[in-house]
Nanobody
Framework: QVQLVQTGGGLVQAGDSLRLSCAPSGRTFSMYTMGWFRQAPGKEREFVAGISRSGGTTYYADSVKGRFTISKPNAKNTVTLQMNSLKPEDTAVYYC??????????????????WGQGTQVTVSS
């Protein structure tokens, strides 16, 4: 069993930056593929960014490409999401997810088995 604990988030103005972190308790991240998703009110949870088990490959939604960076500084521990040039449309609850599956659609929230508690990101215009 993996428990994911998120930190970061908050209220910022458009153009500002925020950093989200996701740390595991229990097993180490090296066994799992990680992703960040977000969910705005009335909308489905959508993929934001993902990173391979090794940390060597990253994936981004087109809406955040060039502005957000996912990283795994320590292969065994925290996964971070650096968010720059934030826009009001980035406002949502952000979740980190983990999956131990070998074959899955990384863009599908249903493929992730474990989730963090969620953290609110609000960007004012």
């Amino acid at each position: 069993q993996v428990q994911l604990v998120q930190t970061g988030g908050g209220l910022v103005q458009a153009g500002d930056s925020l950093r989200l972190s996701c740390a595991p308790s229990g097993r180490t991240f090296s066994m799992y593929t990680m992703g960040w998703f977000r969910q705005a009110p009335g909308k489905e949870r959508e993929f934001v960014a993902g990173i391979s088990r090794s940390g060597g490959t990253t994936y981004y939604a087109d809406s955040v490409k060039g502005r957000f960076t996912i990283s795994k500084p320590n292969a065994k521990n925290t996964v971070t999401l650096q968010m720059n040039s934030l826009k009001p449309e980035d406002t949502a609850v952000y979740y980190c997810g983990a999956t131990g599956r070998s074959y899955f659609d990384r863009y599908d929230a249903g493929a992730y088995d474990f989730w963090g508690q969620g953290t609110q990101v609000t960007v004012s215009s």
